[in-house]
């Protein structure tokens, strides 16, 4: 185990593998992401089916346990623990040991929210809000909602229908184009839904004429087959 975790690069730490943290690798697993899961509680690693988990079993609050689970070559962190404070520790010390690391954690508390972002997370995520606007929405917006939650990110190849492609892919001899110029829908099938630009601004249903900058992104949505095409023409 250590060998495998000590030949990862760029993969994603995962600190808690309580609900959030197995459906976060479960997603991981979907993509054939390459993660490392820390949890201090061994019997959570009893019994696994997937031979493809890199655990630690320890206490991710721990600098050393991090630097066991590879932080300083890791691309990403994502802190799932129930208890805010221990998310917060983590934040802090992950952020000291790489400073370019991206980091997402999940959160209960409103106040916990602000203090994570000024910690250093990239990303913090509140479970308990987005499942009580979710309910609401189905009331509110019932078909809007019934239709997204059959989008799929991520999954079995016959079941996803939107994805990100990068400016490098899209443009591989590095000339930035316009959406029209790169004719994507007509070579793929799939449309283009939004824009992120390389300042992490984000454009729904951008214009034809939408320049793709280096360093953007588009989010394209599409039939599985589609998108699975799109993929391969563009080896996403």
Same mark, same amino acid.
């Given at each position: 185990m250590k060998k495998r975790i000590d030949s990862l690069n760029d993969h994603i730490i995962v600190c808690g593998y309580g609900q959030n943290g197995k459906q976060a690798v479960q997603k991981l697993l979907d993509y054939r992401k390459d993660f490392?899961?820390?949890? !201090? *509680?061994?019997?959570?690693? +009893?019994? $696994?089916?997937? !031979?493809?988990?890199?655990?630690?079993v320890g206490n991710a609050t721990e600098d050393e346990v991090l630097s066991l689970a590879g932080v300083e @070559?890791?691309?990403?962190? &994502?802190?799932? $623990?129930?208890r805010d404070a221990d998310n917060l520790f983590i934040v802090l010390s992950a952020r000291q040991l790489k400073k370019d690391l991206? #980091?997402?954690? /999940?959160?209960?508390?409103?106040?916990?929210?602000?203090?994570?972002?000024?910690?250093?997370?990239?990303? =913090?995520?509140?479970?308990? /809000?987005?499942?009580?606007? *979710?309910?609401?929405?189905?009331?509110?917006?019932?078909? $809007?909602?019934e239709f997204l939650d059959n989008l799929s990110v991520s999954g079995e190849q016959d079941s996803i229908n939107v994805e990100q492609i990068s400016f490098s892919k899209i443009c591989t001899d590095g000339v930035e184009r316009?959406?029209?110029? %790169? !004719?994507? /829908?007509?070579? %793929?099938?799939?449309?283009?839904?939004?824009y992120k630009s390389p300042s992490g601004t984000y454009v729904?249903?951008?214009?034809?004429?939408? @320049?793709?900058?280096?360093?953007?992104? $588009? &989010?394209?949505?599409?039939?599985? !087959? +589609? #998108?699975?095409?799109?993929?391969?023409?563009?080896? =996403?």
């Open positions: 490392v899961i820390i949890d !201090d *509680h061994e019997e959570v690693f +009893q019994n $696994l089916e997937n !031979d493809r988990l890199n655990y630690i @070559r890791a691309s990403t962190l &994502i802190c799932a $623990l129930p991206k #980091i997402i954690s /999940r959160a209960t508390e409103e106040n916990s929210y602000k203090k994570l972002k000024l910690a250093g997370a990239d990303n =913090v995520i509140m479970p308990d /809000r987005i499942g009580g606007s *979710h309910m609401a929405s189905l009331v509110v917006v019932p078909d $809007l909602v316009s959406i029209s110029e %790169t !004719d994507i /829908r007509k070579k %793929t099938g799939c449309s283009v839904i939004g729904v249903n951008p214009e034809p004429s939408q @320049r793709i900058e280096r360093d953007s992104k $588009l &989010i394209m949505i599409g039939r599985p !087959d +589609q #998108i699975e095409y799109l993929k391969k023409y563009y080896s =996403v």
